[in-house]
T-cell receptor, first 117, second 112 residues
Framework: ETGVTQSPTHLIKTRGQQVTLRCSSQ?????VSWYQQALGQGPQFIFQ???????GRGNFPPRFSGLQFPNYSSELNVNALELDDSALYLC????????????????FGQGTRLTVV | SQQGEEDPQALSIQEGENATMNCSYK?????LQWYRQNSGRGLVHLIL?????REKHSGRLRVTLDTSKKSSSLLITASRAADTASYFC????????????FGKGTMLLVSP
């Protein structure tokens, strides 16, 4: 089991509502990435935060936003929820950043299962 | 969009048999990683192979990488029922920041 914790584990929201998901990264890790995993699919990259700044973004609309705090924990916010936002949301932390370093393994939390009805 | 494609989509074997999963990808990479996921929960890192490596071992796992064919394989030897899970390959592309692009995964079922 990794040191990455996510909350809540499950969540049911109504279409049009807003949701905030939380992630505590592993000790010493300054990079946090968020992924969306629809049923039967692989995880899709949403965005990455490095030292409190957004460091990269996947193909997701602006209603997906995030924050990283000084202790490197992170939040994912989704506004105006749509039915297609129903998915497992995964947070991953890693100790480094930068293509010149190469990527080390990412440590994933157990995910938040979001259902939009 | 998915960078990699795993093959097969599903694999069913008996305990003790070997399981081989393949992954193909599209762009140049820094490294390729394999992850395991049990029952739609978090992913667990299995092994990382860098673009200048051809083969890597970890316990019962053997990974190969062929950058000329943009493909990788994961071999699990002497499988156990506890190996039942979904397996994903993930590539770290040569871009301005490091992140992982996953395939759709192979669902492995190991029967006792």
């Amino acid at each position: 089991e990794t040191g990455v914790t996510q909350s809540p584990t499950h969540l049911i929201k109504t279409r049009g509502q807003q949701v905030t998901l939380r992630c505590s990264s592993q000790s010493g890790h300054n990079t946090v990435s968020w992924y969306q995993q629809a049923l039967g699919q692989g995880p899709q990259f949403i965005f990455q935060y490095y030292r409190e700044e957004e460091n990269g973004r996947g193909n997701f609309p602006p209603r997906f936003s995030g924050l990283q705090f000084p202790n490197y924990s992170s939040e994912l916010n989704v506004n105006a929820l749509e039915l297609d936002d129903s998915a497992l949301y995964l947070c991953a932390s890693s100790p480094g950043q930068g293509a010149s370093m190469g990527t080390t393994e990412a440590f994933f939390g157990q995910g938040t299962r979001l259902t939009v009805v | 969009s998915q960078q990699g494609e795993e093959d097969p989509q599903a694999l069913s074997i008996q305990e003790g048999e070997n399981a081989t999963m393949n992954c193909s990808y599209k762009t140049s990479i820094n490294n390729l990683q394999w992850y395991r996921q049990n029952s739609g929960r978090g992913l667990v890192h299995l092994i990382l192979i860098r673009s200048n490596e051809r083969e890597k071992h970890s316990g019962r796992l053997r990974v190969t990488l062929d950058t000329s064919k943009k493909s990788s394989s994961l071999l699990i030897t002497a499988s156990r029922a506890a190996d039942t899970a979904s397996y994903f390959c993930a590539t770290d592309a040569r871009s301005g920041y490091s992140t992982l692009t996953f395939g759709k995964g192979t669902m492995l079922l190991v029967s006792p």
